[in-house]
């Protein structure tokens, strides 16, 4: 199958680039940098040079290929361009920029999601990844919920309906809803940015008793889950890249504190507000997941180390970028 993959040099997707070479499909990855191009070919990628802005060229790309597979997304004002990230800054008051942000990276998001689904043929795949912090908090979530757009991560639930559209239309669409942490050795997702703050603050901090829980799959996991529902993916459905038990966010802090050496200790929500900044209020969200419906349906068995062992095997000084698909 010729598969177009946009994030195809981030950290989930180039592990599902690889994925995509190794069982024998053709790829064409989205590049923004030469540098990017570079890594793709050295994986044995064909290259298509743009940004998920881009449309003309997400159009074009998506209409030569046998289905697609979407990881890109916005993690930071650079990955915009600059017109897009002037607005950001410049858009309001300076207190306005996270919400500005999220909601320019959400927009680009479906509008990239539209431009490849409209050129793919009836009965191709499209995969999309989506984030569990879009489903609704405090209570286990399953494959056969909708997105809340009230939630921490609401503003990607209208990616969601995008994806759902196009399956109606009769596009093999699904999306594949990503944890917060997608983890290898050397990164760990939204869990490198506390390692991050822990580092720089010393201290590593959850908020009120830490009860509150999170899910994590390995990166690996993630991309052989990214093959097969391109491969098998149902339209209209949801698969979840969940590859163990949720944990609690005291759990992963006193490992983030054992890891650095630092202390490790609770903050009430006003002062986590002022520790965390804008991910105060992922830290303090409940979002348990289960994955027992993909399990089942795809066959998809998750073995790679958990999240906790991962942190525990990261060398003190490892990058503190955050998760890049």
């Known amino acids: 199958m010729r598969v177009f993959v946009t994030g195809a040099t981030g ?53 030569k290929a046998d289905g697609v597979i979407h990881c890109a997304f916005f993690h930071a004002l650079s990955h915009m361009t600059v017109g897009s990230r002037l607005r950001v ?9 996270v919400g500005r942000f999220t909601v320019t990276a959400a927009g680009a998001d479906q509008r990239a999601i539209e431009a490849m ?6 009965g191709a795949p499209l995969i999309a990844a989506f984030p569990t912090m879009a489903l609704k908090a405090g209570r286990l979530a399953e ?26 239309r009769g596009l093999r669409a699904v999306t594949v809803r990503l944890p917060p942490s997608v983890h290898s050795e050397t990164k760990q997702g939204l869990v490198t940015q506390l390692i991050a703050i822990a580092r720089k603050k ?23 889950l990214f093959v097969q529902a391109l491969e098998r993916g149902e ?3 949801h698969y979840h890249a969940i590859g163990e038990a949720p944990i609690t966010l005291r759990a992963i ?20 507000e002022r520790h965390f900044g804008w991910l105060a209020p992922f830290i303090g969200t409940d979002n348990p997941v289960t994955s ?31 998760q890049s698909t």
């Open 11 to 63: 950290f989930i997707g180039s592990a599902i680039v690889s994925e995509l070479i190794s069982v024998g499909h053709e790829v064409t990855g989205l590049a923004r940098s030469e540098e990017s191009a570079k890594k793709l070919r050295a994986r044995g990628a064909t290259v298509a040079r743009g940004t998920v802005e881009d449309l003309e060229i997400l159009h074009q790309e998506a209409g």
């Open 89 to 97: 800054m410049l858009g309001g008051l300076p207190t306005g920029i």
């Open 117 to 122: 689904g409209h050129a793919l043929k009836t």
């Open 143 to 168: 494959e056969t919920d909708a997105a809340d757009a009230q939630s921490v991560g609401g503003a990607r639930a209208q990616s969601e309906q995008v994806v759902k559209t196009l399956a109606e």
């Open 202 to 224: 010393g201290v590593s901090a959850y908020v009120g008793a830490g009860e509150n829980r999170w899910c994590a799959v390995h990166r690996q996991d993630a991309a052989s």
């Open 235 to 237: 339209p209209g459905a």
């Open 253 to 272: 802090a006193e490992e983030i504190g054992a890891v650095l050496g630092v202390p490790s200790r609770s903050l009430s929500v006003r002062e986590a």
């Open 292 to 322: 027992q419906i993909t399990q089942e349906v795809l066959g998809w068995a998750p073995n790679g180390p958990g999240l906790l062992a991962d942190m525990a095997a990261t060398p003190a000084g490892a990058s503190a970028s955050g």
